[in-house]
C-alpha cells in the first residue's frame, strides 16, 4: 500500500545550507523521539505511516522519515530533509510518495503547521470509518480537542499528486486535527512538542470513546457551555504540558537505552 517517489526524491540541486545547528539537531532528535514512542504505544503501520517537521531557520525545507523503515527503527541521523519540490537536501533514501505530496502541500500552504503527524492509529482511524462525527465530546480527554477537528468526508484514494496534498490541506483548515474519513488521521502542531502531545491523547480519547461505543449503552455527551469551559481551562498552559509530556517520554527512552538520538 506505500509507493516511493518516481519523479521525485532526486538530490537536490547544489545550495548552501546549514544543517547542524543546535535547533537542527535537537528538531531531529524532538522528532526521532516521536517516531519511537508511536511505535512503543502501537501508533504506526507497517513502514507506511509518516511524520514531519520544518526545519528550524528554513522554512522551506523538512524532514520526514525515509521510505522502507518501521517507525521503531528512524533515529536522528535518519531522517530526511527534502524540500517542496521533492528534492531530498539531506539524507539517504527517499520518503514514500503520499508521504512527500501530504507533507510538502501541507507545510507550503499552511506555515503555522510546523508538525504534522500522519498515522492510521487503530482507534482514532476507527472513527474515521463511521458515518457521523468520529470524535464525540463524551470524556474529559476529548475536549482538550473541542473546537479543533475537522473532517475529510471525500476519501479519494492514495495521495500520489500534489491535487491531493493541496485538497487535505484545504480540509484541515484552522483546525490542529484532521479525521480523513476511510484513511486515518492527520495532527498539525505548532511544535513538534505539541504534535506528539495531540497525537497521543487523540488515540487516548479515541480508544475510550471505542469501549464505550462498544457497550451498546447509551453515550453521555457533556454539554456545549461546560465543553468549551473545559477545553478553555486545558489550553492555558498545553504548550508547556506538551513540552514536559516530550521531554518526559525522551527520558524514559534514553533510559532504556533507546539510540534515538544518533
Known sequence: MAHTLLSVGSTAPSRSLRLDSDAVMQARIELAACF???AQYGFEEGVCN?????VPGHDDLF???PYGYAF???TASRLLVCDFEGHVVDGEG???ATAFYIHARLHRAMPRVQAAFHTHMPNATALCLLEGPPLLWLGQTALKFYGRTAVDEDYGGLALDESEGDRIAAALGD???LFLKNHGVMVAGASIAEAWDDLYYLERAAEVQVKAMSSGRALKAVPHDVAQRTYEQMR????ESARAHLDS???LLLARGNGFDK
Not at 50 to 54: D, P
Not at 236 to 239: E, I, Q, R
Request: aromatic fraction near 8%.
Open 36 to 38: 519511537q514512542l508511536a
Open 94 to 96: 527517499k520518503p514514500e
Open 175 to 177: 483546525a490542529d486535527v
Open 50 to 54: 509518516h511524520f514531519s517537521a520544518v
Open 249 to 251: 517520554g525522551m527520558r
Open 236 to 239: 492555558v498552559g498545553d504548550k
Open 72 to 74: 521503531a527503527e528512524i
Open 63 to 65: 524532514f520526514v522519515n
